[in-house]
């Protein structure tokens, strides 16, 4: 079946101190709209599992977390905040997590848009909307701002929105916040930056960054701009394909983006803005699956992980569903979910292998493990 999709652009033009709006409709393109094939392979029961907590800092202070990474073996976790008040790592299994206050010199509004690690934990990469870009090379110990070491050509005025890591922690891929994006391939550690070998393909001017990822090898990146199509590049950035887009109402929009790191895997996950809705794709978007969420329709994910393979794949769901919110895990690929924790959080991640499960909560400043049975980290 094919779905026309239609973009409306207002355009004003003055005359005499007058706007007078011209409405063009725009016949964009045809989309395929068909279900994408399930892996050929069965997923396995979900592990059975407990929910521990940590305490990440003092309950005396409120603290906002705007971001989150995991290390592989669950061990290592740097959490990032809002309101200028720094990022939170822990380097060992056992260990208490530092804070690191970075840049406390800058506006109270100032927060951590996005943290990136390898799946060692070792390299880590943290960026602050205010243009900041500090990398670790200690598993998160110690922090050096490299934003310096950026091109120029960047508008430094519109700060770093996302970042994406290869498993080994030495391809690294940034992006700012709106249309104006690009891609590096860097050793920030011991080097300067490196820009990739094209800039990202255009779009359109008015359109929002919804999210960025990329697979283990660092190989094939993908990148989503809110209203438009999945774009993907399976040669380090050489070059670039548009797949087709998401059979729902443009004026809906995305908001949450998520893929599997596993090179085989071809899995990408993406929520429609304010409705309990996600769309999943088995092949890096030939052929997209629409699946309603649990509970009731007004619930809406706010945030989204999905494990090496995509067999396994947390959510956060909010809404006016009160006793619905809480976290989900999906172990068959997306197509079922299940409530694990009932708890107002902010961010949820899962690890590559698929069993550790974390997510953060600003009410008590804890961090929550959902692990295999018996394993205590």
């Avoid at 033009?13 to 399930?38: G, H, Q, Y």
Wanted: proline share 4%.
């Amino acid at each position: 079946m094919l779905l026309m999709v239609i973009r409306f652009t207002r355009i004003n033009k003055v005359s005499n101190n007058t706007d007078c709006p011209i409405i063009f409709i725009l016949i964009e393109k045809f989309v395929l709209v068909s279900r994408s094939a399930m892996p050929t392979y069965q997923p396995s029961a979900a592990p059975t599992a407990n929910w521990l907590s940590t305490t990440i800092a003092p309950s005396t202070i409120t603290y906002s977390f705007s971001a989150m990474a995991m290390s592989n073996d669950g061990n290592y976790v740097t959490v990032g905040t809002y309101n200028n008040q720094g990022i939170f790592s822990r380097q060992s299994s056992s260990g208490s997590f530092i804070h690191h206050e970075l840049y406390s010199n800058l506006s109270t509004n100032a927060y951590f848009s996005s943290i990136s690690m390898s799946l060692n934990g070792q390299y880590q990469i943290a960026l602050n909307e205010q243009n900041l870009v500090y990398v670790s090379n200690d598993y998160g110990v110690t922090w050096t701002n490299t934003s310096d070491g950026l091109p120029a050509s960047f508008d430094s005025s519109l700060g770093w929105k996302f970042s994406a890591m290869s498993d080994n922690g030495f391809i690294i891929f940034l992006a700012q916040s709106n249309g104006q994006l690009a891609l590096y391939r860097a050793n920030p550690y011991v080097d300067v930056w490196q820009p990739s070998f094209v800039s990202l393909p255009q779009i359109y001017v008015f359109e929002a960054l919804m999210g960025i990822a990329m697979d283990g090898t660092g190989q094939t990146f993908a990148y989503w701009p809110r209203y438009d199509m999945l774009y993907l590049s399976h040669n380090y950035g050489y070059s670039w394909i548009q797949k087709l887009s998401i059979p729902e109402t443009y004026l809906n929009t995305y908001n949450v983006f998520t893929m599997s790191r596993n090179t085989k895997s071809k899995v990408v996950v993406v929520s429609v803005n304010k409705k309990n809705i996600l769309y999943i794709t088995y092949n890096h978007g030939v052929t997209w699956n629409r699946v309603q969420g649990p509970g009731a329709p007004t619930n809406y994910w706010v945030s989204l992980s999905c494990s090496g393979t995509g067999q396994y794949i947390s959510g956060i769901l909010s809404g006016s569903a009160i006793s619905e919110n809480g976290v989900y895990l999906s172990s068959d690929y997306g197509q079922t979910w299940t409530m694990i924790y009932s708890i107002q959080s902010e961010i949820v991640s899962i690890n590559s292998a698929g069993n550790y499960l974390i997510s953060v909560s600003s009410i008590s400043n804890d961090l929550y493990y959902y692990e295999p049975s018996g394993t205590i980290i």
